[in-house]
Each structure stands twice: as C-alpha cells, then as structure tokens.
C-alpha cells in the first residue's frame, strides 16, 4: 500500500492512499485560516484516536500470533473466547455512567 500527502497552496490537506489491488482512497480535509478552531482540535483528537486503535489492532494481531505460533491456534481462539467472557462479565460489575456527571 502507497501512501501519498499532498500539501498545496492555502491550507487545504489531502492524504491519498493506493492499495496493490489499484484501489484508491482519499481523505482531504479544508480548513481556512483562524477560523474553526473547534474543528481543529476535534481532527487532531479523531486522529489520535485511529492512531491508537489501529495501534493497538496492531499489537494485539501480533501478540495473538505469537501465542498462535507458540502454543497451538485451538488455545489462542480459547483464550481470546475466555478474554471476551471475562470482559463482558467485568462490564456488569462496572458500568460506564451515562449523561453529564
């Protein structure tokens, strides 16, 4: 997969990406100068945001491969299976409040 920033003249972005299949995909962004600055800093947390969670997708694929590899793929699906129940199990005892605390 290619990945391609063009950055032209005034404050306009675009990210373009190419996969080996010949797919295309582009995200632009136009934001104008000292204006929507609420924007700004809500681009800059969705970006931190996918950058953590395909960080973590990406360390989490690596360390299910590596218990994969290690152990047996029966043993890695029945621990993920075991990690999910625990999951939703804990999700009970602590629920997440909803509304304005």
């Known amino acids: 997969m290619a990945y391609r920033s ?6 306009k972005r675009s990210v373009k990406a190419q996969s080996a299949q010949g797919h295309e995909c ?3 962004v ?3 100068k000292g204006k ?3 924007w700004k800093g809500l681009t ?4 931190m945001y996918l950058l953590v969670f395909n960080g973590g997708m990406a360390v989490g694929s690596a360390l299910w491969g590596v218990i994969a590899a290690r152990a047996s793929t029966p043993l890695a699906l029945m621990s993920a299976a075991l990690g999910l ?3 939703l199990t804990t999700m009970i005892r602590y629920r997440l409040m909803t509304g304005e605390a």
């Open 6 to 11: 063009s950055f032209g003249l005034g404050h």
């Open 36 to 38: 929507n600055k609420r």
């Open 26 to 28: 582009r995200i632009g």
């Open 85 to 87: 129940i625990l999951g």
């Open 44 to 47: 800059r947390a969705l970006a």
């Open 30 to 32: 136009r934001l104008r």
